[in-house]
């Protein structure tokens, strides 16, 4: 079967890096995307890995592996505002997108 | 503003009744989905639609039903509701079907 894993939770301090894995076994690959979701919003469109190594988009980065069928999202300077849940999710051979459940990360002063 | 419009923002159905989501894009994107997001589970997939004219079935297509008679509009029919179709449901289009997708705020349904 097809699967995507994260951590269900993680914590970090305002001002600090934190960064969230992602695994996958899916049918075929054409790339891993991720996506914000703050509580009761739509989710939004980060960043899209389909070739190995580290994709930087300001403070938030993206690395993948896909040999090891690995990825994570790294934040920067974290802010309040970056409080939200983080989806992985990854496109099948199908071209069908397998999400993760998402990681809800909480941010303290 | 361009974007993804979905209505109505929430529902509570009685079990039995049929219901129709809707869902409005005028990105003029090719592709669309129907998502449905419960707690603890990642988003799971209806039903999509590649292009105006063609559907197909998702994760989770039972109990469900969807026409793309255009390119702008997506409609996700409840032919008899259930409990377990009590959900959060996302609506979603992509410029084509390997391209990044954006999100509709979501439908909140209740079913009793």
């Known amino acids: 079967g097809q699967n995507i894993d994260q951590p269900t939770e993680m914590t970090a301090t305002e001002g600090a890096i934190v960064q969230i894995n992602c695994t996958y076994q899916?049918?075929?690959?054409?790339?891993l995307f991720w996506y914000q979701q703050h509580a009761g919003e739509a989710p939004t469109f980060l960043s899209y890995?389909?070739l190995d190594g580290l994709e930087e988009k300001g403070r938030f980065s993206s690395f993948l592996s896909r040999s090891k069928g690995y990825s994570y999202l790294l934040l920067k300077e974290l802010q309040m505002k970056d409080s939200a849940s983080y989806l992985c999710?990854?496109?099948?051979?199908?071209?069908?997108?397998?999400w993760g459940a998402g990681t809800k990360l909480i941010i303290k002063p | 503003i361009a974007g993804i419009t979905q209505a109505p923002t929430s529902q509570i159905l009685a079990a039995g009744r049929r219901m129709t989501l809707r869902c409005t894009q005028d990105m003029r994107h090719n592709a669309m989905y129907w998502y449905r997001q419960d707690l603890g589970l990642g988003l799971r997939l209806i039903h999509y639609s590649n292009t105006a004219g063609t559907t197909g079935k998702g994760e989770v297509p039972d109990g469900y039903s969807v026409s793309r008679a255009n390119t702008d509009d997506f409609p996700l029919t409840l032919a008899s509701a259930v409990p377990s179709q009590t959900s959060v449901y996302f609506c979603a289009s992509s410029a084509d079907s390997n391209t990044e997708a954006f999100f509709g705020q979501g439908t909140r349904l209740t079913v009793v």
């Open positions: 899916t049918s075929g690959f054409n790339g």
């Open positions: 999710a990854v496109m099948d051979s199908n071209y069908q997108l397998i």
């Open positions: 890995n389909v």
